[in-house]
């Protein structure tokens, strides 16, 4: 059974005796009045209250319960053998997890990032159409000097959306293969073949 989170141990019935203890709320304001009289300023003497209901809150609230603990040592074979290697499998299943969200979240970067790219290469390509458009319009005799700056410009797009098509092929295969870009499977753990 998975371990009730704080919120779900405050949203219980115990939980909302806790928070509504008369004790915890008589208490709070007769610290916070002394704290008052005796010289605090009224906010600190009000958080000084708030703390002690908080302290009675939260001693009242019920305890999440511990996780039950499986000892296969208290079976005999082959039960014993069976409950070891269902608890090796489970502590397996949860590096494997552990190690897919990891996966699963430097994916989720890789896409932002060419998703940003695209965006901006879109950007760009607009401007690139848009600048063609107005040498086309304005046919004089310094329209030369901007087709090569244009034609430079697409060279440059060109050459970036290339450049962003293969790290995405490389990711796409990557991903494929069970591993993250620049780290191939077949390489031993340091790195040198």
């Given at each position: 059974m998975a371990a009730l989170s704080f919120r779900d141990r405050l949203l219980t019935r115990r939980g909302a005796r806790a928070i509504l203890s008369p004790i915890g709320?008589?208490?709070g304001v007769a610290v916070a009045a002394v704290a008052v009289v005796a010289g605090l300023p009224v906010v600190a003497g009000a958080l000084v209250g708030v703390g002690v209901w908080a302290?009675?809150?939260?001693?009242?609230?019920?305890?999440?319960?511990?996780?039950?603990?499986?000892?296969?040592f208290t079976l005999q074979e082959p039960w014993r053998r069976f409950v070891q290697e269902a608890l090796q499998a489970r502590t397996r299943f949860a590096e494997s997890l552990q190690?897919?969200?990891?996966?699963?979240?430097?994916?989720?970067?890789v896409i932002d990032k060419?998703?940003?790219?695209?965006?901006?290469?879109?950007?760009?390509?607009?401007?690139a159409v848009a600048r063609t458009l107005e040498l086309a319009a304005h046919a004089s005799t310094?329209?030369?000097?901007?087709?090569?700056?244009?034609?430079?410009?697409?060279?440059?797009l060109v050459s970036e959306m290339e450049s962003?098509?293969?790290?995405?092929?490389?990711?796409?295969?990557?991903?494929q293969r069970g591993t993250t870009p620049g780290t191939p499977r077949d390489l031993p753990p340091g790195g040198a073949r």
């Open positions: 709320i008589v208490g302290v009675n809150a939260g001693r009242l609230l019920p305890r999440a319960p511990r996780a039950e603990r499986i000892d296969p190690v897919q969200r990891a996966t699963a979240e430097r994916l989720d970067a060419a998703q940003s790219e695209l965006r901006l290469l879109d950007a760009r390509l607009d401007e310094e329209a030369g000097t901007g087709v090569i700056g244009l034609s430079t410009d697409v060279d440059n962003l098509r293969l790290a995405l092929d490389e990711t796409s295969a990557a991903a």
